[in-house]
Structure formats: C-alpha cells, structure tokens
C-alpha cells in the first residue's frame, strides 16, 4: 500500500516558520516528482512547490522566496520550510508525488494533509 504522510502542521504566528514533513512508502522514491499542494476554505487546491528527480525545483509565485522544498531520498522523505509566513498562508498543505514508468504516467499518491494556521 503506498502511503504519504504528512506531519509539521501546527498554528504559527505571522512572520514565523514552520517545516512540514512528508514520509513517503514509494518504491524507487528518487524517481518520483513530489510537491506539495494546499488548499484552503472555499478554494481550488493549488500546487505549492515541486521538485524533480534531479532536483529542480517549481513554486507557485505566492510562495517565492520563503519556502523552500527540499527531499532527502535516503529518507523517502520531502519537506517544506515556510518562513515569513502570512494569513493566507492558511491552508490544508498535502503531499503529492507520481512518476513516469517506460513513458507512463503513474497515478497522482496523495497524503492526508496537514492543517496550517498562520494567525495571530
């Protein structure tokens, strides 16, 4: 059964950090595209961050230079650092990872998500 779960969720104040972690039961794990998704009340889910097998990176403009995502294959694991973060950073953050086998797209693994309330 392939798992992704996330962890590092929590309430931070304006301005602070917080680093959302997601472990993921993938074979080859190196190979998989991984990001991380967010959505909040009443809005669409967009994609946060990506970061590629050979480790290029992807963030949506909102996020741009206080997050960062990052992945540690030993580990099967990928994080998002978020700083300096916003109000509307508030939003279920999920873990998300496929990969391409012999040129096919494999389904889209999905964690549960995690809850993260910036607020003062």
């Known amino acids: 059964q392939v798992q992704l779960v996330e962890s590092g969720g929590g309430l931070v104040q304006p301005g602070g950090s917080l680093r959302l972690s997601c472990a993921a039961s993938l074979s080859r794990f190196s190979i998989y595209i991984m990001g991380w998704y967010r959505q909040a009340p009443g809005k669409q889910r967009e994609l946060v961050a990506a970061?590629?097998?050979?480790?290029?990176?992807n963030y949506a403009d909102s996020v741009k230079g206080r997050f960062t995502i990052s992945r540690d294959n030993a580990k099967n694991t990928v994080y998002l650092q978020m700083n300096s973060l916003k109000a509307e950073d508030t939003a279920v953050y999920y873990c998300?990872?496929?990969?391409?086998?012999?040129?096919?797209?494999?389904?889209?693994?999905w964690g549960q998500g995690t809850q993260v309330t910036v607020s003062s």
């Open positions: 998300n990872g496929y990969r391409y086998i012999g040129g096919n797209k494999s389904p889209d693994y």
């Open positions: 970061i590629y097998s050979g480790g290029s990176t």
